[in-house]
């Protein structure tokens, strides 16, 4: 028999271990970690559909940043957003509709290596940007990878009726919350590397998008999951010494 007082504890860490799983795959789906509030703009003019062309379809790494620079873009792990006006037959409408236009980030961009003047990619190799941001991209999916490995073995110790594995749940918590905020500060990191050689045009301010702060949310989620795990397995496992040696004596 399981005390009430462990498996309300496993409640509630399962409950939690969910919550920021959820909060950690939506932040990983979706763009708005980062944020560029650009000044308005007339869309009179050729400038806006140019760098929505070359945003679409150019080289990567500087006209991606360049034109999210321009049209209030948005920077995720997978995506790159900007914000032009819908294509319309009445180009010079004083007010146009305006649109989302995301472009994905592929699986060779993500391993690719990044520069420290994007503009120019036969110069030097920005080492660290590359690492971190190859990080930014393989932590949140290990973290998602060792949440669901945790969940295999809390079943196994359910169908096997052994509270021991419960400290190995723990266990891959606790390095799932790690890999969780390891992402963020990898993002942070990259970023604040970016905008020391590639600097915003006057009047665009940056800012930190709810994505992130999801992403953030998960890793106290996750931390307050193992604790609760770890708590149960190791007061289960005294308890269950001092009754084995109450009955030895």
């Known amino acids: 028999m399981v005390d009430n007082r462990y498996a309300t504890a496993l ?25 560029y509030n650009s000044p308005p703009v007339k869309y009179e003019g050729i400038n806006a559909s140019e760098l929505r062309d ?37 180009y010079k409408e ?3 509709k305006m649109e989302t ?35 930014q991209f393989l932590l949140p999916l290990v973290s998602l990878a060792l949440v669901f490995l945790s969940c295999l073995v809390g079943v196994c110790a359910c169908q096997c009726r052994s509270f021991t594995p419960t400290l190995g749940v723990g266990v891959l918590h606790l390095l799932a919350g790690l890999c969780s905020l390891g992402t963020v500060c990898c993002f942070l990191a990259g970023v604040d590397l970016l905008h020391q050689h590639t600097r915003p045009p006057d009047g665009v301010e940056s800012t930190l998008g ?40």
């Open 11 to 35: 409640v509630i860490g399962s409950v939690l271990s969910l919550l920021a799983a959820v909060y950690l795959s939506v932040a990983v789906g979706t763009q708005h970690w980062y944020q």
């Open 54 to 90: 070359e945003f679409v379809s150019g080289e990567y790494d500087w006209t991606y940043t360049n034109a999210m620079f321009r049209l209030n873009g948005t920077l995720g792990l997978w995506w790159r957003c900007i914000v032009v006006p819908s294509q319309s037959l009445w």
């Open 94 to 96: 004083p007010d146009p």
């Open 101 to 135: 236009e995301c472009v994905s980030i592929t699986l060779p961009q993500q391993f690719s290596p990044k520069y420290k003047y994007l503009e120019n990619h036969n110069g030097e190799e920005d080492l660290l940007r590359t690492y971190l941001w190859r990080c």
């Open 210 to 249: 709810w994505s992130l702060y999801l992403a953030l949310i998960s890793f106290p989620l996750q931390m307050m999951a193992a604790a609760l795990f770890l708590w149960a397995a190791r007061s289960h496992r005294k308890n269950y010494t001092r009754i084995n040696a109450y009955r030895v004596a």
